[in-house]
């Protein structure tokens, strides 16, 4: 927990031997965002909960920050994360954001705070956020918790995620807290819960243009120079640093879009509030992953002009990059800002064209041969409408190697869409007969090794929701967490 100079220690009260004992709250807190001092955030303490109980755990992410699952029990994880009171100050990271394209300046954390920050067994220093902790002065009003069904959702998809090799927010825990909650978007009264989520940062592009907003080019310096100390070291010794910094957050963007749009996710807000300045992947409300290929696809039911869907992730990436570029004129010069967000197309295209054909059992490929034939799969998925995932599993389960000498034993992966198959066909078998004889016998492992069998797709968490809800059962949640970890396994 993080600790200021001049606070009170709070935590006394419950200096018992078990606390002593319990490695989560023995972990080596690094106090590093509360040292820039309280410019940046409020602080704030937790609110009690009639009760606890561990619904998740995630041990791997207990791994990376050097802990045995063994050594850690349930009733540490309950201790550390469930039972706050008479802990902390926290902090109540203080951020603006554009939403839905209109500036919102009274974000902030609002019912989460930053926990602590602790090093990972990678030497990457990890934020431990909350989410459903309790008010905070961002709350507006509202109730500062977190419902049970929607933290289940950002379990499930922070692992899923995870497992299709999207750079994400992990979760640590889960624990329900025994509130009843009124939603405008589930059947009310509904159960309760907080999570523990760890991020590379909390920052988000939000937390800059706050700070455009009060005219603190003193306060942007700042912090620009703690994100680059911490999140791109290799840059803290350039007289360009700033410009350096921006330029690889383009390209981090731009490669974590394309991971969503090759694993078919649309994260559904992506308002400025929820672009992390690491370009990681987190903060999961109503996501979803996509059924049939639609650009259009929306996955918010209050994103009434389909602003953030699907097919516009990349673009909104690109527009929030932009709009960054504002609050970080108060020190970069406009001119280096523009050229760093030149590199935004042609990371996007690389690591997507690069994704998708891995997906299609290709490793390195002629350029000309590659853009064919990803151009035409978009033709043939959009005009089949098939299952996106299924598209991609039944060419797995299809193939045969004797494809690359005779076109006419190439099966359609997808049903109907004849007009859009034949040049599907004709781009996959041009692609295959232009590999080395050694190189083709590797696309059947790359077809089943990049294309999952378990796909979060709505009826799977609702599926999973319902059991819970309807009987408290828990088992169809802990089996499609055990799918997603090993997405590429058939049972
Ligand atoms: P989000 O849509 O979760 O990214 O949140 C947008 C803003 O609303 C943030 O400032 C949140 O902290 C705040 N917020 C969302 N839900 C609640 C809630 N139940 N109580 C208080 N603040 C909330
Ligand atoms: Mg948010």
């Known amino acids: 927990m993080l600790r200021l100079d001049g606070e009170p220690d709070l935590e006394c009260a419950l200096d018992t031997d078990a606390s002593a004992h319990n490695p989560l709250l023995q972990l080596d807190y690094e106090p590093a965002f509360s040292a820039l001092g309280n410019d940046y955030y409020d602080l704030v303490a937790a609110a009690p909960f009639p009760e606890h109980r561990l619904r998740f755990r995630g041990d791997g992410v207990l791994r990376l920050l050097g802990l045995d699952p063994a050594t850690v029990g349930d009733e540490h994880f309950i201790e550390a994360f469930g039972r706050f009171e008479g802990r902390g100050p926290f902090l109540a990271m203080r951020y603006h954001g554009y939403q839905f394209g209109e500036y919102n300046p009274h974000l902030g954390d609002g019912r989460g705070f930053l926990y602590g920050q602790v090093r990972g067994l990678d030497g990457e220093l990890y934020d431990l956020g909350t989410k459903g902790s309790g008010t905070t002065p961002y709350s507006r009003g509202g109730d500062g918790r977190l419902t049970l069904k929607g933290g289940l959702r950002e379990v499930l998809a922070s692992e899923a995620l995870h497992h299709l090799g999207v750079r994400t927010s992990r979760s640590l825990s889960l624990i329900e807290t025994g509130e009843a909650l009124w939603r405008g978007d589930e059947p009310s009264p509904t159960r309760s819960a907080v999570l523990v989520r760890t991020s590379r940062s909390h920052i988000r592009f939000g937390t800059f243009e706050r700070l455009h907003y009060l005219k603190r080019k003193d306060l942007t310096q700042k912090l620009l120079d703690y994100v680059i100390a911490y999140y791109y070291p290799h840059y803290a010794a350039e007289p360009e640093r700033y410009a350096l910094f921006y330029r690889e957050l383009v390209g981090r963007t731009a490669e974590l879009a394309a991971q969503w749009m090759a694993v078919g996710f649309t994260h559904a807000v992506l308002n400025t509030d929820n672009m992390s300045i690491c370009a990681e992947s987190f903060d999961y ?120 000498e005779d076109q006419g034993a190439i099966v359609a992966p997808a049903a109907g869409a004849q007009e859009a198959f034949e040049p599907w066909r004709d781009a996959y078998f041009r692609a295959l007969a232009s590999l080395p004889e050694a190189e083709s016998e590797r696309v059947g492992e790359r077809l089943h090794r990049h294309n999952p069998f378990t796909v979060l797709l709505r009826p799977a968490i609702e599926a999973v929701w319902a059991a819970i809800d309807q009987d408290d059962d828990w088992q169809l949640f802990h089996d499609l967490i055990g799918r997603l970890r090993r997405p590429n396994s058939a049972s």
């Not at 996509?290 to 929306?298: A, L």
């Not at 039911?301 to 990349?314: A, L, T, V």
């Not at 967000?341 to 997906?359: C, E, I, N, P």
């Not at 490793?363 to 034939?373: I, R």
């Open 285 to 404: 409300g109503p996501y979803a992953f996509i059924d049939t290929f639609d650009p259009g696809f929306t996955a918010a039911y209050f994103d009434h002009y389909g602003r953030y869907s699907y097919g516009n992730q990349p673009l909104i990436c690109r527009l929030n990059l932009e709009a960054l570029q504002i609050p970080l004129a108060m020190v970069v010069p406009a001119s280096d800002l523009e050229a760093g967000l030149a590199v935004f197309d042609a990371h996007y295209t690389g690591h997507y064209t690069a994704r998708m054909l891995a997906k299609l059992g290709f490793g390195a490929l002629d350029p000309g041969l590659g853009a064919s034939l990803l151009n035409a799969t978009l033709l043939y998925l959009e005009a089949a409408q098939a299952g996106y995932h299924d598209f991609f599993r039944a060419l797995a389960a299809a193939f045969e190697r004797r494809w690359r």
